[in-house]
């Protein structure tokens, strides 16, 4: 894997990958940047019709023809705003109706798994201040109406600094921490207030009614579009004065009230935190932007925390970096931690103890569990507070700021930083999208390879390739299936010969549950047998988990086809996108050694191309 340079671009100027040629006929030359406001917005129409809504090429966002065709940057692409072929308009809508159903089935297993979840969004100053905001907020609305529960965090730093500027006065900030002296306190006041009473506006309307109504009229259309809820959730304390610098009215979150969080999120309200504490004593404290997001993330046991930015996160090729695990973000981290305050700050906050811990997983490429309260940070002074034992307290977060977020200098390794440390305190994914990027939402949670980069702490959580001392648990967990001839009976000598074709799933140096993956390269494909599963582990996706593992370690093979015999279990493979088939599909090799008597189903899968950009060891 190369190391990621988390290279920024120029915030707000793409260029575009080819040539468009629209109804005016005016042409847009390859490296010529767009800035007019209206024209962008025509652009903003060219949609590709694949199923992945934005062609994506070494990182870089390209468009697409309306036939779904890639073509060469160097090329022209002839679309029209209208998302519309040149060809005749009733082939054309066939189409289309056709890509709209496919793209809608696809997302049905997404819907699914959303529904109901917590999705802390932090929407970064440079976005909130940027003609990018309408339109995330409006996919916002979508999501909350498909049952997406949201907090929402908006960045002020854009504007405060702005207000200052218009009142002669210049922004002063020591590491990550703005110093709020008195007239910088009520500038924030103003820009926190403007900008949540802002996004309420615009949450306000809902979907437009015009193309509705030939469904019948409703009376819920004329509701307001979305419940927004706001309040003072937040208890602050004063940041104090730290190595000899008074931060004034600068505070540091205390607590979360996650109580009350829950009471509007459960009446269907999408909650807006600002960054406004407030203290014990009644005071208004300015905090951290990301050092509130990142606390109501771990306090909330948010499923995911999504940082909206102004640009992709690259690696030193320019490419996008579309996965990084904690362990690999972690290690990314403190390389940079000599030349990056905010990466130090993080080692700080996490204690070298994590890393050694992460090492001991090195051999079998699994993450310890973040949940089980045996690698418990250590805050140092100006980072959090404990809770009276000195260990961390999931109340607290990580701000990250200043003038090293500011210019950019380590591109988006700060945002990388909080990621992590979020991630490190039992969040299981954190999504870092580029919000210049149209329907970029929408692109991330509804695809299976999305469109930003995601760091996650549990993908393949504990799942390795098996070895010859885990006989005994992998012949524990068969021997039931076996006895009940769901699978086939194999003696040790069989089971220790395919030792290495096996994938186990340990927890607490317990093997839990098991699967295999036989190749036969000559027809590219490969056969999926054993998947077991402990009987107290079932119904917790560990089945699913390795079925994953499975079709990308088939994918690295260079495999483009999964099969399976089944007798008792067809149900849920089908489910999981196999489906039957004859004998002859099947390599020779492996029709010669069927045991016919059994009579068993046969499956297939084909395997898509894998861009998800998660690696395993093959």
């Given at each position: ?133 309408n339109a995330i907020l409006k996919d916002i609305s979508l999501l909350h109406g498909l049952g997406i529960r949201f907090v929402i965090v908006p960045g002020t730093h854009v504007q405060i600094d702005k207000l200052l500027a218009e009142r002669g006065s210049n922004p002063k900030h020591v590491g990550p921490y703005r110093i709020t002296e008195p007239d910088s306190l009520e500038v924030a006041m103003e820009a926190c207030g403007r900008i949540c009473t802002m996004i309420e506006a615009k949450l306000s309307p809902g979907p437009s009614l015009c193309n509705v109504r030939r469904h019948g009229d409703n009376s819920r259309w004329h509701d307001v579009g979305v419940s927004v809820a706001s309040g003072n ?386």
């Amino acid at each position: 894997m190369r190391t990621p340079y988390l290279k920024s671009p120029i915030p707000h100027q793409n260029p575009l990958q080819c040539q468009f040629t629209l109804h005016n006929q005016i042409r847009i030359k390859p490296g010529f940047r767009v800035y007019f406001p209206k024209f962008r917005s025509a652009l903003a129409k060219i949609r590709p019709v694949s199923t992945s809504a934005a062609a994506i090429s070494n990182g870089r966002r390209t468009s697409s023809c309306s036939n779904g065709s890639e073509r060469d940057n160097k090329k022209s692409v002839k679309c029209n705003v209208f998302n519309e072929s040149e060809g005749g308009t009733e082939d054309s809508k066939s189409i289309k109706d056709e890509q709209f159903v496919r793209w809608f089935r696809e997302a049905w297993p997404y819907f699914r798994a959303h529904r109901d979840g917590t999705f802390v969004v932090i929407i970064s100053g440079e976005i909130v201040a940027s003609p990018y905001l309408n339109a995330i907020l409006k996919d916002i609305s979508l999501l909350h109406g498909l049952g997406i529960r949201f907090v929402i965090v908006p960045g002020t730093h854009v504007q405060i600094d702005k207000l200052l500027a218009e009142r002669g006065s210049n922004p002063k900030h020591v590491g990550p921490y703005r110093i709020t002296e008195p007239d910088s306190l009520e500038v924030a006041m103003e820009a926190c207030g403007r900008i949540c009473t802002m996004i309420e506006a615009k949450l306000s309307p809902g979907p437009s009614l015009c193309n509705v109504r030939r469904h019948g009229d409703n009376s819920r259309w004329h509701d307001v579009g979305v419940s927004v809820a706001s309040g003072n959730f937040l208890a602050a304390k004063r940041r104090g004065v730290v190595k000899g610098i008074d931060f004034g009215a600068t505070g540091e979150v205390k607590k979360v009230d996650v109580t009350r969080i829950k009471e509007r999120l459960d009446a269907g309200c999408i909650v807006i935190m600002s960054n406004l504490g407030y203290s014990s004593s009644g005071e208004v404290l300015n905090c951290n932007t990301y050092e509130v997001a990142t606390a109501c993330a771990l306090a909330l046991g948010a499923e995911k925390l999504i940082c909206i930015i102004d640009g992709p996160i690259l690696d030193e090729f320019g490419h996008l970096i579309r996965f990084l695990t904690l362990h690999d973000a972690d290690k990314l981290i403190r390389k940079r931690a000599e030349l990056s305050e905010i990466a130090a700050n993080y080692v700080e906050a996490v204690g070298e103890d994590y890393l050694k811990s992460q090492d001991l997983y090195k051999y079998n490429e699994s993450i310890p569990s973040m949940l089980n309260g045996k690698n418990n940070a250590t805050f140092q002074n100006g980072l959090g507070f404990d809770n009276g034992n000195g260990l961390w307290n999931a109340e607290h977060g990580f701000a990250i700021g200043g003038q090293e977020r500011l210019s950019r200098q380590n591109g988006y390794l700060s945002e990388l930083a909080a990621a992590a440390f979020v991630c490190r305190g039992g969040v299981q994914r954190v999504h870092l999208l580029d919000g210049t990027v149209g329907g970029v939402l929408l692109l991330e949670l509804f695809q299976r390879d999305g469109v930003g980069t995601m760091v996650a702490s549990d993908v393949y959580e504990g799942t390795r390739m098996a070895r010859k001392t885990d006989l005994a648990g992998i012949r524990q967990i068969l021997k039931p299936l076996e006895q009940s001839g769901t699978l086939i009976w194999r003696t040790t000598e069989e089971l220790l010969e395919a030792i290495d074709s096996f994938i186990v799933v340990e927890r607490e140096g317990q093997i839990i549950a098991c699967a295999a993956l036989f190749p036969f390269f000559e027809g590219k494909c490969g056969e999926v047998a054993a998947i077991a599963v402990s009987p107290e582990c079932r119904g917790q996706g560990q089945g699913d988990k390795l079925l994953d593992y499975l079709e990308k370690k088939a994918s690295s093979l260079g495999l483009n086809m999964l099969f399976l015999l089944t007798t008792r279990t067809a149900d849920w493979f089908v489910r999981r996108g196999f489906s039957e088939c004859s004998i002859d599909y099947l390599p020779e090799q492996k029709r010669k050694k069927i045991n016919l008597s059994r009579r068993s189903k046969y499956y297939m899968k084909k395997l898509s191309p894998d861009r998800s950009g998660i690696t395993i060891t093959s």
